[in-house]
């Protein structure tokens, strides 16, 4: 490791915090978590939870019973040490044992059941959380900076993220509302791109107390210098591609991403049709006009890598993403968000599903990175070049199949998190990932070019 790079090492996050603000903050990503669960399998009649809406996607009462399934599993069982409630249905509920397109067939609990068991092991949980230690130096690594607590409020928003794709998938009228996004006070007038100096900055985390094994250790990445978009690509740029004819074109196209748009005759995103002149989605029950001024969403990565190359750019790598994201070249450090150590509020970003739909391009201000980025955080989760890999140290905890059994080729990496995210699963080095096939998940983009040696000089 050089000089600069050990530097740049030393420079990693430092967060600190106390053990009971810690449960204090466990016990509000749980409920909020819970709210948000109930909110998700409450606005819809029972015929809705049980029905497979989409072969992608579970029927939104298995998501409701594996989410108290997990947390049964690790802190009542693992943390707590108590006996399986209800061991007869853990195979049921194992996402590894049946995939989705089989989930309806299976015995599942029905919708009350599935409430009654979920309610149940909360209950026993908060139990568990009021008398777990969270020293963060503890024996017990399980509950160390409460640890358990927070992987699995984590686990229920990013379930909950699952249903609301899910519901968006449903056919039928709206379910579910939302206020919009309030409009920025005047209309984005930045610099198209940033350039991101290069050198070396500290990726990762180790000692963000929540944070999961893919986002760990922190460590030393040496980033030549680059243009990124301010601001992801949007609904009105997207269209000019279409409009030259893009879906029509091999040129732009990865292989796999060419036959992909032969096989299922792509024209544009997923959910967008053209009517008289005009391009329309459907958003969760609801026919509008497409609005050029919002990130495009709901595009897969061969689409985001399509564009980029028509656009003479590329997507960014997952190194040059958290780069633009964290680095502040005042200090050399990383920081936890694009705006500092600061958790996310209302008017930094667009997480916890407070509204249905990204905000227009350039919204967020205060959300802004020292180098001048916009919406990194929140809005749109954003497509990278990188396939998913461990990170150098890296190590599974506490179970293989949350990471390891994904890292390879198959599988590109997301980050940024999304307008359906909430912040206890949304970080500057949280790690998302998809096959490039994906189009119904939450997913837009921005690009990014080699800087010049002009350019830097």
Known sequence: MTTEENN????????????????????????????????????????????????????????????GNQEEQWLLRAVAGREAMRPEIDPLYDAFEHPRSERPTLPLLAPRDARGYAAEVRGRALDILDAASFAPDGADRLTRSGFAF???????????E?????????????????????PPESPFRGPAE???????????TTAEPWA????????????????IDTTPVTNAAYMEFLADGGYQDERWWAPEGWAMVREHDLRAPMFWRRDAGRWLRRRFGVTEVVPPEEPVLHVSWYEADAYARWAGRRLPTEEEWEKAARFDPATGRSMRYPWGDA??????????????????????PLGESPLGVRQLIGDVWEWTSSDF?????????????????????DHKVLRGGSFAVDQVACRGTFRNWDYPIRRQIFAGFRTARDAHPQEVS
């Open 150 to 160: 927070g992987m699995i409020a984590q686990h229920e928003q990013q379930h909950d």
């Open 194 to 204: 940033v350039l991101v100096p290069g050198g070396p900055f500290t990726m990762g």
């Open 212 to 227: 999961l094994d893919n986002e760990r250790p922190a460590h030393a990445r040496l980033v030549p210098p680059f243009h």
């Open 8 to 67: 740049a090492a030393r420079h990693a996050e430092h967060v600190t915090v106390e053990p009971e603000a810690l449960r204090r903050r466990a016990a509000d990503a749980l409920e909020a978590a819970r709210r948000r669960t109930t909110l998700l399998t409450s606005c819809v009649e029972e015929p809705d939870l049980t029905a497979q809406h989409s072969p992608l996607m579970s029927p939104l009462v298995w998501d409701l019973a594996h989410i």
């Open 389 to 409: 890999l461990p990170y150098p140290g890296f190590v599974a905890y506490p179970y293989r199949e949350y990471s390891e059994v994904f890292f390879g080729p």
């Open 343 to 364: 958790d996310p509020t209302p008017d930094r970003a667009n997480l916890g599903q407070r509204h249905l739909r990204p905000a227009p391009a350039g919204s967020y």
């Open 162 to 182: 699952t249903m609301l794709i899910t519901h968006q998938l449903r056919k039928g009228g709206a379910a579910l509302t939302a206020a919009d996004p309030e």
